[in-house]
């Protein structure tokens, strides 16, 4: 068990050190929590923190440490084709849940507790439960029972992580797709809810929606302006 400890920590060190020169993430955490004796290792991840309308959408995905896809990467990093192709291959492969966090929810206990939120649920949906769970980030949800690594920039590390944001990704851009039809003029088919200067100009000259998160600055400057 020692030596396992080493590993994962040798492994999270070396991660660390030539993180600015990786291209791709690898299964390298993984591979040493395997080591150590877990068996179902769930990466963790959110998408939409910083939209200023929509759900936060999180997703946990526990890979089939035989067969994963290739490519799996930071979902910013691909294209919405490869995005798609690779949803679709996770699906089929492996194990995983996605959950949201409201609009009303970030509204009430803020963007970061939604989002650790959203990512809860998600670990929640998966049935056996995870017993390992690699965290995009530098924080740990409060109230996980699970044993957990938070990792810094672990989209780009873990494909575990990188797997988790692509499907969140993937629910939080239809989402938005869904929502732009009920609401036209924002853009959100193409901006995703983010700040663009098309959304910024519709939330003035068309006013906020129900989807709009009142607590960001942007929008509640328009709602409450003198």
Request: charged share 20%.
């Amino acid at each position: 068990m020692v030596w396992a400890a080493l590993s994962f920590l040798l492994a999270v060190l070396r991660e660390t050190r030539f993180s600015k020169g990786m291209t791709m993430p690898n299964f390298e955490l993984e591979q040493a929590l395997l080591d150590m004796g877990h068996i179902r290792i769930a990466g963790v991840d959110e998408v939409g923190r910083g939209p200023l309308a929509g759900p936060v959408v999180a997703a946990a995905v526990i890979l089939n440490p035989k067969h994963f896809p290739d490519g799996l990467n930071d979902s910013k990093k691909l294209t919405a084709k490869r995005r798609a192709a690779l949803d679709a291959e996770i699906r089929d492969t492996a194990e995983f849940a996605v959950a949201e966090a409201s609009v009303a929810e970030i509204d009430e206990i803020n963007i970061l507790r939604a989002s650790h939120l959203a990512m809860m649920r998600a670990v929640e949906v998966l049935t056996p439960a995870p017993d390992f769970l690699l965290i995009d980030g530098n924080l740990i949800p409060q109230g996980l029972r699970i044993q957990s690594q938070a990792v810094v920039k672990g989209d780009a590390r873990s494909v575990s992580i990188a797997a988790a944001s692509i499907l969140a990704k993937n629910w939080r851009d239809q989402v938005m797709v869904d929502l732009a039809q009920q609401h036209p003029g924002y853009g959100w088919e193409t901006n995703a809810g983010y700040p663009s200067k098309q959304h910024k100009e519709a939330l003035r000259n068309l006013g906020v929606t129900p989807h709009h998160r009142r607590s960001f600055k942007p929008v509640h400057n328009i709602l409450y302006q003198e």
